[in-house]
């Protein structure tokens, strides 16, 4: 079993940033990927970043320019720069792992953008 916990959300202005992190506790396997997703009000869980074991990433074409998502293997720990914040970022960010055909999920952070 796979607990995750996210932190740093908060309010900030347009253009600000904030660093989301998120730690994994329990069994982690060396071969995982971590990820983070998104979602607005009314609106379906959307991918945001995420970083293969080999630290390769991908990201939403929202977001690329803005977030970089990086991840300290030795602290099981996946973060997420975010900058150039837009009132459009505005959403309860989740953390995500995925192991072994398994998928674990966080309990989400808020992250309000305000104009």
């Known amino acids: 079993q796979v607990q995750l916990v996210e932190s740093g959300g908060g309010l900030v202005q347009a253009g600000g940033s904030l660093r989301l992190a998120c730690v994994a506790a329990?069994?982690?396997?060396?071969?995982?990927?971590m990820g983070w997703y998104r979602q607005a009000p009314g609106k379906q869980r959307e991918l945001v970043a995420r970083?293969?074991?080999?630290?390769?990433?991908t990201s939403a074409n929202s977001v690329k320019g803005r977030f970089t998502i990086s991840r300290d293997n030795a602290k099981n720990t996946v973060y997420l720069q975010m900058n150039s914040l837009k009132p459009e970022d505005t959403a309860l960010y989740y953390c995500?792992?995925?192991?072994?055909?398994?998928?674990?999920w966080g309990q989400g952070t808020q992250v309000t953008v305000s104009s």
């Open positions: 995500n792992l995925r192991q072994r055909s398994a998928e674990f």
């Open positions: 329990g069994t982690i396997y060396n071969v995982n990927d």
């Open positions: 970083v293969f074991s080999n630290n390769s990433t």
